[in-house]
Structure formats: structure tokens, C-alpha cells
């Protein structure tokens, strides 16, 4: 049997990984920056990280949620703390598209209406729902688009508000700061303006910070840098460092009610040990800080160069776009320089390291990149 063949794969095989490194099958050394699509939040096998699964899985690894478990208790106590949200409940699920998904579900349970709002170059995860509510026409099947969603433009109240006068929107979705659409920022005023359109229309606000959470823009949600407090905030990928995690934040307004969501793998007793470790690393290392003070540095280091068109992001989650196609930049960086980077579309390079990622590792990627261009 072969693989369904539907990554474009390079010729790289990591078999170890320690921090911001990864280290292939001859022994080659990388620089990681790019995290596996921003999952890696405390830096590969971490040894408290390590430690904590490993002991989990010597007690016990998984059991359904008929039963009680008390690490997702723990995990909800920290999570509200750290993130500022104790007076918010906590679901928990799998992945970022399933988080995204209940998300829509909940806020229709609440409103009783179908309609969702979300914007132009987003991107909120690969199952059908996520797909509906992502603007890209090349993962669209004819399954999805029966899904009711309205795309409006970023940084439009108006058109967000023609789109809510018709009185049939549950919700509207918005990423903290798109990732996949080209690292694109809301204006803090935009959000501001959503929170106050959703509140007069009695419609959910749901912010993805799916990729733009979890500390990796300097705060710990990068909502928080407009200063609103969304009705539902959607997590997963750096929620536990890899390990297979999802979750949703949900305001008080919301009534729970037996069987309205369900998952057979969320919350489970591996990914509690991991998502609580990820806390603990964040919090004794200060990763949010040093993922804003490092991401600063790496920002005001971008040479000025005709071939780039602007250098937009914050934090750790950071977009370099060109006016040409950036994938000979990439291929270089990663089969000469030997540091991986992402892209965005075909002339963006995305940056997405793990936030504990050193000045001295930014500067090689600088060094190198200033090479490349």
C-alpha cells in the first residue's frame, strides 16, 4: 500500500529534535522555525515535558470522558489563570478544526440561527465545518460550500454590519491574526468594533486562536492586544507541544446542557500531562516575553530590499512578503542553510518558531536570510 499522495514533501527526515534543533537521518543539524505549523510552543522533547508524559503513560494514558478526570480539572484552573479567563468554562477536543467546529455548533445552539460570519483569507482548519469556514477555493468540495458562511473583508465593520442586518447570523469568526492568509492583523479598532456589532446584534463572537494563542504573539491570546473578551475563544496546536490537543474558552453566557458536544479522544489523560506541562515550561521560562522581545528583534532586522514588500506579525508568528515568489529563498534556507521556514501562498515566507526560540538562534536565521536576498 502507498500514501495518499497529497503533500509535497522535501527530502529531509528528522529522527531527533532538542529545543529550536532537529537533527535529520545523517546527523545534519537544522534550526527549526517553523514549529510544524506553530505546534511546537516549548521547544522539542523538553525534559519536563518528557518527564510528565512518560510518567502519565506509566499510570494510565486514555479513558473515555464517562468518568471523571481530574488533570482536566487542573488544566482548566491554570489555563484560566494564565490566560486571564477564570470566570470562562472549558471544553476540551482534539484539534484546532474540531475546536472551530463545536465552536460554530455551540453558537448556533445559543442563537438558534445558522448563518456564520468569517473573512477573506482565512483559514480555521480540513474537516468539512473548518473548511466551510476558511475563504479558499482549492480545499472548497461541493460538500462544504453547502454550509451557510458569509465572507466579509478584514478591517470592514460596515460590511460585517450589512452582513448582520439580516438577522439570521449566529456567529462570526475571526482568526487573532491570520495565519495561513498571509500573517494578516485585524486592527485592534476592528476587533473593538466587532465585539460592540456582535453585542448589538445579539450575535456570538468567536476568535481562532488556534495559531495566533498560546503566547506566540506576546500576549497570551493575540486578541488581548485589542483588549476585547470574545463570547468563544478556539485553541489547539501549541496547547500541548505537539501532542494531538484542542480545546474552547466559552463566556458564561453560554448554558451547558448534557450531550450538546461530544468527543471520543478530548481531554484525555496524555494530552492533560502534556497541556499542563506546556503551562508549566511557558510560565517558569517566560516564553511569552521572550517570544515578543525575540520576535521584535527578528522584525526590526529585516534588511530593506526591493524584493520585500512588507514584514508584518507579532510576537513569534511573523510574515516577510515579497513581490516575487519566495521558494527559492525557502529551498535555500532549508537545504543550504539548513533552517526551516513556511510559507504563505507563493510570496511569503511565515515564521512560526517555538517561543523559546534565543537571540542567537534569531540572528543566524537573519544572517543567513540577508545572504538569500
Not at 527526515?13 to 529550536?20: D, E, H, Q, R, W
Not at 518528557?50 to 464517562?66: C, D, H, M, P, V
Not at 482534539?94 to 483569507?121: C, Q, Y
Request: aromatic residues 8%; proline residues 3%.
Amino acid at each position: 500500500m502507498n500514501l495518499f499522495d497529497v503533500y509535497s514533501l522535501f527530502d529531509v527526515t528528522p529522527v531527533k529534535a532538542l529545543g529550536c534543533r532537529v537533527w535529520d537521518a545523517d546527523g545534519v543539524e537544522y534550526l527549526d522555525l517553523y514549529g510544524g505549523h506553530a505546534v511546537i510552543s516549548v521547544g522539542h522533547s523538553h525534559p519536563e515535558y518528557i518527564k510528565a508524559i512518560t510518567e502519565q503513560l506509566s499510570r494510565i494514558g486514555f479513558y473515555s470522558n464517562s468518568v471523571r478526570n481530574p488533570l482536566q480539572e487542573k488544566l482548566a484552573g491554570r489555563l484560566g489563570r494564565a490566560s486571564g479567563y477564570e470566570d470562562y468554562s472549558l471544553f476540551l477536543d482534539n484539534s484546532g478544526a474540531e475546536s472551530n467546529e463545536n465552536a460554530a455548533k455551540l453558537a448556533s445552539f445559543h442563537t438558534g440561527k445558522d448563518r456564520i460570519i468569517a473573512f477573506r483569507k482565512s483559514f480555521h482548519g480540513r474537516t468539512s465545518g473548518a473548511v466551510a469556514l476558511t475563504d479558499n477555493p482549492a480545499i472548497v468540495s461541493p460538500f462544504n460550500a453547502n454550509h451557510k458562511v458569509t465572507f466579509c473583508n478584514l478591517n470592514d465593520a460596515a460590511g460585517v454590519e450589512a452582513a448582520l442586518m439580516g438577522g439570521d447570523v449566529a456567529a462570526v469568526i475571526i482568526e487573532g491574526i491570520q495565519g495561513c492568509g498571509g500573517i494578516n492583523l485585524p486592527d485592534d479598532s476592528f476587533m473593538r468594533d466587532l465585539r460592540s456589532l456582535c453585542d448589538r446584534y445579539g450575535v456570538c463572537l468567536i476568535v481562532d486562536e488556534v495559531q495566533s494563542g498560546y503566547g506566540r504573539s506576546g500576549k497570551f491570546f493575540a486578541h488581548q492586544w485589542a483588549g476585547i473578551r470574545p463570547d468563544i475563544i478556539t485553541m489547539g496546536k501549541g496547547i500541548a507541544n505537539g501532542f494531538p490537543c484542542g480545546g474552547i474558552l466559552i463566556s458564561d453566557r453560554f448554558k451547558a446542557v448534557k450531550g450538546m458536544l461530544g468527543t471520543t479522544f478530548g481531554g484525555n489523560y496524555l494530552a492533560m500531562a502534556a497541556a499542563l506541562a506546556v503551562l508549566d515550561i511557558m510560565e517558569k521560562e517566560n516564553l511569552i516575553q521572550n517570544a515578543f522581545e525575540v520576535g521584535e528583534h527578528i522584525r526590526r532586522n529585516i534588511p530593506s530590499s526591493p524584493l520585500i514588500k512588507d514584514v508584518r506579525g507579532r510576537g513569534l508568528m511573523l510574515g516577510i512578503e515579497f513581490n516575487g515568489e519566495v521558494a527559492p529563498i525557502r529551498n535555500a534556507l532549508l537545504m543550504q542553510d539548513h533552517i526551516f521556514t513556511g510559507v504563505a501562498g507563493k510570496n511569503m515566507i511565515r515564521l512560526l518558531a517555538p517561543l523559546c526560540l534565543s537571540r542567537e538562534e534569531a540572528d543566524r536565521f537573519i544572517e543567513a536570510f540577508k545572504a538569500r536576498i
